[in-house]
Antibody
Framework: VEMVQSGPEVKKSGASVKVSCRASGYTFSEYGISWVRQAPGQGLEWMGWISGHSGDTNYAQKFQDRLTMTTDTSTNTAYMELRSLRSDDTAVYYC??????????????????WGQGTTVTVTS | QSVLTQPPSASESPGQTVTISCSGGSSNIGTNTVNWYQHLAGTAPKLLIYDDNRRPSRAPDRFSGSKSGTSASLAISGLQFEDEADYYCAAWDDSLNAFVFGPGTTVTV
């Protein structure tokens, strides 16, 4: 299993960025894709996930109004677009294949194999 | 502020065992399963433990996980210098309808 992300980005404040994540080594539709970011000196922050099967999405409330996740099943590629960028969006963005299931009321969810990360720098 | 709590740091000598705690609540650890991730600076995070205590085949058997109630723990036995990294617990939170990470624990060998 391998997740390969697009290269570093430098964007102006107020612009948008779109990061790609190409998956290989597994059946794309059997897992979702989740996105996580890490700002300088900070911990890991979950942004949301998209189903590789249905395209349904679940975004963290913090990003609801400016985040869009999509997939292209013909190329097994996921995309994360963040709009209205601010300086505090400067971070390394990671994708990972994501599982989620509920058995007897207990949810098992998590990120398995991660991409190498994409550095997004927002300048003023 | 995360809904999961971890100590900021932990240290132990080579060959010894270090244990990292992760405290949550009924809407996350108390109901759902816990994962643990290892993150070395400049590299992609790695899944060490999933479903509270299960280890992917690629993770060394020196890593083990446990859970009781609303708390979980990661134990690293036979510490090696290469284990110096940040360790994060994580779980789904039903109240937030989101996947949450703990703040991370920096392990020093």
């Amino acid at each position: 299993v391998e997740m390969v992300q697009s290269g570093p980005e430098v964007k102006k404040s107020g612009a948008s960025v779109k990061v790609s994540c190409r998956a290989s080594g597994y059946t794309f539709s059997e897992y979702g894709i989740s996105w996580v970011r890490q700002a300088p000196g900070q911990g890991l922050e979950w942004m949301g996930w998209i189903s590789g099967h249905s395209g349904d999405t679940n975004y963290a409330q913090k990003f609801q109004d400016r985040l869009t996740m999509t997939t292209d099943t013909s190329t097994n590629t996921a995309y994360m677009e963040l709009r209205s960028l601010r300086s505090d969006d400067t971070a390394v963005y990671y994708c990972a294949n994501y599982w989620s299931s509920v058995i007897r009321g207990t949810r098992s969810a998590g990120l398995d194999v991660w991409g190498q990360g994409t550095t997004v720098t927002v300048t003023s | 502020q995360s809904v999961l709590t971890q100590p900021p740091s932990a240290s132990e000598s080579p060959g010894q065992t270090v244990t990292i705690s992760c405290s949550g609540g009924s809407s996350n650890i108390g109901t759902n399963t816990v994962n643990w991730y290892q993150h070395l600076a400049g590299t992609a995070p790695k899944l060490l433990i999933y479903d509270d205590n299960r280890r992917p085949s690629r993770a060394p058997d020196r890593f083990s996980g446990s859970k009781s109630g609303t708390s979980a723990s990661l134990a690293i036995s036979g510490l090696q210098f290469e284990d110096e990294a940040d360790y994060y617990c994580a779980a789904w939170d039903d109240s937030l309808n989101a996947f949450v990470f703990g703040p991370g624990t920096t392990v020093t060998v």
